[in-house]
């Protein structure tokens, strides 16, 4: 059957009849997917082709941090496509390097240098690679409560189920215990976090690390924010073991939290650091590996091997330049900061109103909700990797009024861009406020 409809003229219905016949879509059981129609966006809001405002609390996927619709960015990306739109990643731009020296500028610590990929996942994989190859040495220490990516070897760390149909994976990878355990509320304590990882690494023998891999703050598995000392320790052991610290920012960096990245509220320098997602907010692929002047230093004489057809794009590298500006222009770092306690106090209130709300969590604007049947005992409304018929019936009363956040496991996502106001913040909890009601009625004793 020929398409004649002009462009920009098809319902939200066509739009999705013709995507799942023709297109294959990530993470999904390909006939169960009910996808909803976008035609434009602006801001904190997403518009259907029929003009339906959608609040987006979740940015998309934790990324576009600046809002939608950013002429500053648009401008800048067809400027740079105006004047060249590609070359291969031996030659040198001027976009190239004055991203590089931003760059720089507000990484943490003497972090000098970024090799750029196509995005998280690819940042990992190169992560993987430089670690391995600087130290000479093979194992790399994951978590279980983690996700970083769903290529090969970053779905080899990963640790949540998204793994197990992937598998075998990488060799090498070994786990080391979490800060937070599934069905508990609060994060083991630190003392006891720190052995398990020290045991780990005594057991597996020091000299056969590479590396110790971290999400700074986890994220889709449920933004867990680790207990005060536990980074510090963490850089510590690897400290005295010779091992890499490698930070996960991918999701938490670029002003997620409050600041530039997750890791300065620590005071901690990685080695190596893994970027995406806020670094362009989206508006086109591009993730970065960060490197410390040491790390970078072992490849002076040594040659790398590892890189992409698309590495240090310029169009991207464009997008990721203004999309800096566009933080420090409109001040998004520090409304991300002063707007976390203003999230925090709507969870709070949240907590009080609803049996069903056992814990929440969130640093600047990286926040969640875990929902329970019981508080005492702790019992999570779903089970681990699972669903629940309430979960499932708040995800369709968000779409029913016009709320789009992430509603994983046992969890509501408040993860809005930084751009967000206090008024619309309030908007969209009041949808919550509302859609816990569902939830509720699920709560015994």
């Known amino acids: 059957m020929s398409i004649t409809t002009a462009p920009g003229s098809m319902t939200s219905e066509e739009i999705a009849r013709l995507s799942r016949e023709h297109t294959f879509f990530s993470w999904s059981v390909q006939g169960a997917v009910d996808p909803i129609s976008i035609d434009r966006a602006e801001g904190v809001y997403l518009y259907t082709p029929e003009g339906k405002r959608i609040l987006d609390f979740n940015s998309q996927l934790m990324s576009v941090n600046i809002g939608h619709g950013d002429r500053r960015v648009i401008d800048a990306i067809t400027a740079q496509a105006m004047k060249l739109q590609y070359v291969q990643p031996a030659f040198a731009t001027e976009i190239r390097a004055r991203l590089g020296a931003k760059l720089a500028e507000i990484l943490p ?6 090799f750029f990929t196509l995005g998280g996942a690819e940042a990992v994989e190169n992560a993987i690679k430089l670690a391995r190859h600087s130290t000479g040495r093979y194992k790399i220490l994951a978590r279980y409560r983690s996700y970083h990516g769903a290529t090969f070897g970053a779905m080899t760390l990963t640790g949540d189920p998204r793994r197990w149909p992937n598998e075998p994976g990488l060799v090498g990878v070994v786990r080391y215990p ?10 083991r304590p630190v003392a006891e976090s720190l052995q398990g990882l020290e045991d780990v690494v005594r057991y597996e ?12 703050i986890v994220g889709t598995n449920g933004i867990l924010i680790p207990p005060d000392g536990y980074i510090q320790g963490v850089r510590e052991i690897c400290d005295r073991h010779g091992i890499l610290m490698v930070a996960d920012e991918v ?3 670029f002003g997620r939290t409050g600041k530039w990245f997750a890791i300065d509220h620590w005071g901690v320098t990685p080695d190596l650091m893994t970027m995406a997602k806020g670094l362009t907010s989206s508006y086109l692929p591009l993730g970065a590996v960060a490197m410390t002047h040491r790390v970078a230093a072992k490849f002076d004489g040594m040659y790398y091997s590892g890189g992409l057809t698309y590495s240090s794009h310029p169009v991207s590298l464009a997008a990721a330049l203004a999309t800096i500006g566009v933080y420090e222009e409109d001040g998004l770092i520090e409304n991300a900061a002063r707007l976390d306690p203003v999230m925090r ?5 949240l907590a009080a109103k609803h049996p069903s709300v056992g814990a929440t969590r969130n640093l600047g604007l990286f926040g969640i909700l875990d929902l ?3 508080r005492d005992p702790w019992t999570p409304l779903t089970p681990f990797n699972g669903t629940s018929d309430e979960m499932k ?8 009024n016009g709320l789009y956040t992430m509603v994983p496991n046992n969890s509501i996502h408040t993860n809005p861009p930084l751009c967000i106001t206090e008024e619309q913040l309030a908007e969209g909890f009041e949808i919550i406020d509302r859609a ?8 015994t004793g």
């Open 109 to 114: 610590g003497d972090m000098d240098k970024v």
């Open 436 to 443: 816990l009601d569902i939830a509720d009625q699920a709560v």
């Open 251 to 253: 999701m938490a960096g």
């Open 393 to 400: 019936a708040i995800g369709k009363f968000f779409r029913d």
């Open 178 to 187: 979490d800060t937070h355990r599934w069905g508990e509320a609060e994060p």
């Open 372 to 374: 329970v049947r019981s």
């Open 205 to 216: 023998g020091p000299s056969t690390i590479a590396a110790i891999f971290l999400e700074t």
């Open 345 to 349: 106090e709507h969870h709070r209130r």
